[in-house]
């Protein structure tokens, strides 16, 4: 059943927000609901769009036609180095010839290109073409004023591929070498045809205030289209200003249309793989005032986004966007603000984020968590569940200060020197440290009979002082790393790090390692954990420090 809360709250002066919700599980159709798209129906319970195919802009896309073997008749090639354009008459996928883009060691330039007469309005045209290539990992791209993902046939049989792109400008449609050193790319069968902006997509009824959180899933999507949320609409059936966030397979940005002319906010809010896109992945936007910041699976990508342009400030639909019917959307959400009431439910997602700087041995070093490449582990893990939960940007800075077998004596041996070469402030520092200074003693006794406890204390004293006098404003915390069957000499050396915190401005108890005692399933041997022992130290660290 679809999900509606229609629910306004008055109490004295303040409205609640208005929310909704649309699984859009009901039966194959047109969409309803309160959503207006022409083109966009339910399907096997997904949003999808259906745009109409328009007309053919490009001319022989077939590339059937040369004036010589290096130069198209209807298309206009542009080569550097010792790359070059050629006409291929074995390897094509219909007709008789195809275009052989040679592309040399040094990754040079090679492409062709036209332009087609589509007037001054900008629109996105539909592209269709083939590709293949001489060896693997070796890429083709087609793009306009605006780039679009390369794609990697891996091989001389042609893949078929989709780009939607938007013509404006110089209108130049071009197919060209993206990553392809040393190699043969080759592209046939092209076809342009242009779209319609109005059927591009489904907006909900308009809203009372241009301030909300909207979010939706990219259920499936064709790589090289643009699936995603259109926002600040001005007019659904004549689009003229407005918001995209889209996904296309490799990147996420945020594009914005201002009197019909379209182009990217951020370019690639984060620089992404070609095999970036998953299956369902969520976007969402939040919206106060002129203050933008968007998210990918609740953790926020770039950094906030200030409304510059009047015609883009106050607008109030929004929807779904997509350019192609192979796309399909589930779990759409929004809550909005009613006019009269209040932003509080906005501020979260705007919050600052934040540097940690982790300080420790080899566990905060990490390398025991099974992943074959940097950042090993805690640090990465509680930066996600920080961006996660409090929709900040968190950053590992400064880089963390550990190393294997370190030990108190030896961080206040260093720990001058290291922070002299640091400068990132961070909002928290991180400590887990102390097992490798009591990992010879197997009982309390031991320890008691034997431990130096003032130099230690003395040692725990001087490391925070030197942190509080370079970050007077940071919050310093101390635990200690877990050692098997040293559980009784961990909780000693807790008791006195509690009695060197204690009176020091913005320096607390930190995670006590005892908390893995117990589970070994979290241990990669005595001492170190493994990948789930980081994702549970993280979460103690989180709780630790209150976020």
């Not at 591929?161 to 790319?185: D, E, H, P, Q, W």
């Not at 591009?200 to 064709?222: F, G, K």
């Not at 300080?359 to 905060?364: A, L």
Request: net charge negative.
């Amino acid at each position: 059943m679809n999900k509606i809360i229609r629910d306004i709250v008055v109490m004295g002066k303040s409205k609640s927000p208005v929310s909704f919700a649309d699984a859009f599980a009901r039966s194959d159709g047109a969409v309803g609901n309160g959503w207006v798209g022409g083109t966009w129906t339910v399907a096997t319970g997904k949003l999808v769009n259906t745009p109409a195919v328009g007309d053919e802009i490009s001319t022989d896309g077939s590339l059937e036609n040369w004036i010589s073997a290096t130069n198209l008749t209807s298309w206009s090639e542009v080569i550097a180095g010792t790359s070059t354009v050629n006409q291929e008459a074995t390897i094509v996928k219909d007709g008789s010839s195809a275009a052989r883009l040679d592309i040399d060691a040094s990754n040079s330039e090679a492409y062709f290109y036209q332009s087609p007469a589509i007037g001054n309005d900008g629109r996105f045209a539909q592209i269709d073409f083939w590709a293949a290539a001489s060896a693997a990992a070796k890429s083709v791209e087609m793009y306009s004023t605006q780039r679009a993902p390369g794609f990697a046939p891996g091989g001389e049989t042609f893949v078929n591929y989709k780009s939607s792109i938007f013509i404006t400008g110089n209108r130049r449609i071009a197919a060209r070498k993206y990553v392809a050193a040393s190699s043969s790319l080759y592209v046939d069968k092209i076809s342009v045809t242009l779209q319609t902006t109005s059927e591009l997509s489904v907006t909900r009824p308009v809203y009372p205030t241009s301030d909300y959180i909207l979010s939706v899933n990219v259920a499936s999507l064709e790589s090289g289209t643009k699936a995603g949320i259109i926002f600040s609409l001005d007019n659904p059936a004549n689009p003229q200003n407005y918001f995209v966030l889209s996904l296309d397979g490799a990147t996420i940005i945020l594009w914005k249309c201002v009197a019909g002319v379209f182009s990217p906010v951020t370019t690639n809010l984060n620089p992404l793989p070609p095999t970036f896109y998953s299956a369902n992945d969520k976007l969402t936007v939040v919206k106060n005032g002129t203050s933008v910041r968007v998210f990918l699976n609740d953790v926020l990508y770039g950094s906030t986004i200030t409304i510059t342009d009047d015609g883009l400030k106050d607008n109030r639909y929004a929807g779904v966007y997509s350019t192609y019917l192979g796309n399909t959307f589930d779990n759409w959400s929004e809550t909005v603000r009613v006019a009269g009431g209040s932003n509080s439910f906005l501020l979260p997602f705007f919050n600052p984020g934040g540097y940690i700087f982790p300080i420790g041995d080899s566990v905060t070093g990490g390398s025991t968590d099974g992943l074959p490449e940097a950042p090993h582990g805690y640090p990465p893990i509680l930066i996600n569940l920080l961006e996660v939960s409090e929709h900040g940007n968190w950053e590992e800075l400064p880089a963390r200060l550990s190393g294997g077998g370190w030990t108190v004596a030896y961080v206040k041996s260093v720990i001058d020197a290291e922070l002299a070469t640091r400068s990132d402030v961070p909002r928290f520092v991180l400590i887990y440290l102390g097992a490798n200074d009591i990992s010879s003693f197997e009982t309390a006794q031991e320890m008691i009979n034997e431990f130096d406890y003032d130099l230690y204390k003395l040692n725990v004293a001087y490391i925070l002082d030197a942190l509080r006098t370079k970050w007077a404003d940071t919050k310093i915390y101390w635990g200690v790393d877990f050692w098997t069957d040293r559980e009784p000499a961990i909780t000693i050396l807790e008791g006195l790090n509690a009695e060197v915190i204690a009176g020091r401005s913005n320096c607390f108890v930190g995670v006590d390692g005892n908390f893995m005692s117990g589970h070994p399933e979290w241990l990669a041997d005595v001492v170190h954990p493994n990948y789930d022992g980081f994702v549970a130290l993280a979460g103690q660290w989180k709780a630790t420090i209150g976020l």
